[in-house]
């Protein structure tokens, strides 16, 4: 479905924080999760997934953590950088295809993260 | 990952004519799909352009307004025909990766403004 959002959550941190974002899903059959990173004038940038068989994933300098009995994501970045300043967005997805594709994706609303020096 | 490229990047298109979006992959993918993205607003999915057969269109959409190609494993275009002032958006193609739960990739977008 079509996830409307005219005011974006926000998000003003220090540069060298840990920020949080948090993501509340709807859909109880999602079974796998992304987040992207947008910035201005530019296509979503994958960061991470998760499926639901996980609660936790980490990358470079990321965190998603999963937690399926209340429905929320959150992705968590160590030491916060200026250039980690942009709107990032949760989506969530299940297998379909046979199982083969996870398909179609809905985005949540978004939040916008500022990263102050 | 896949790096994907959209043509034209922006555009201002006037109301009543129709605008044909290019979306390339740098490698075959099974599943492509196209997303609206209105200014501020999260993404919405439009349709999933399938390889050889008609797109499938989400609930709001249909084939008349946005005919979707998919001629190959690599391409897509999306027309958004007899536009008004309300289909300016950004324009958003992606690309899954194949395998079990690919990845999904997105191309830059394409910035249309009807007037």
């Known amino acids: 479905g079509e996830s409307v959002g005219l005011h974006l959550p926000t998000l003003s941190v220090q540069e060298g924080d840990n920020s949080i974002i948090n993501c509340a899903y709807s859909?109880?059959?999602?079974?796998?999760f992304i987040w992207y990173k947008q910035e201005s004038g530019k296509g979503p940038q994958f960061i991470i997934d998760?499926?639901?068989?996980?609660d936790k994933r980490q990358g470079q300098r990321v965190t998603v953590l999963l937690n399926k009995t209340v429905k929320h994501l959150s992705l968590q970045i160590a030491a916060t950088q200026p250039g980690d300043s942009a709107v990032y967005f949760c989506?969530?997805?299940?297998?379909?295809?046979?199982?083969?594709?996870?398909?179609?994706?809905?985005f949540g609303q978004g939040t916008i993260l500022t990263v102050h020096p | 990952s896949a790096v994907i490229s959209q043509k034209p990047s922006r555009d201002i298109c006037q109301r009543g004519t129709s605008l044909t979006i290019q979306c390339q992959v740098d490698?075959?993918?099974?599943?492509m799909f196209w997303y609206r993205q209105q200014p501020g607003q999260s993404l919405t999915l439009i349709a999933t352009?399938?390889?050889?057969?008609?797109?499938?269109?989400e609930s709001g959409f249909v084939i008349d307004k946005f005919p979707i190609s998919r001629p190959n494993l690599t391409f897509s275009t999306l027309t958004v025909s007899n536009m008004s002032p309300e289909d300016s958006s950004i324009y958003l193609c992606?690309?899954?990766?194949?395998?079990?739960?690919?990845?999904?990739?997105f191309g830059p977008g394409t910035r249309l403004t009807v007037t």
């Open positions: 989506a969530e997805s299940a297998l379909a295809g046979g199982g083969t594709s996870y398909g179609k994706l809905t």
């Open positions: 352009a399938n390889q050889g057969s008609e797109a499938t269109y």
């Open positions: 859909n109880s059959a999602s079974d796998y």
């Open positions: 992606s690309a899954e990766t194949s395998g079990i739960g690919g990845e999904q990739y």
């Open positions: 998760i499926r639901s068989n996980m």
């Open positions: 490698s075959q993918v099974t599943m």
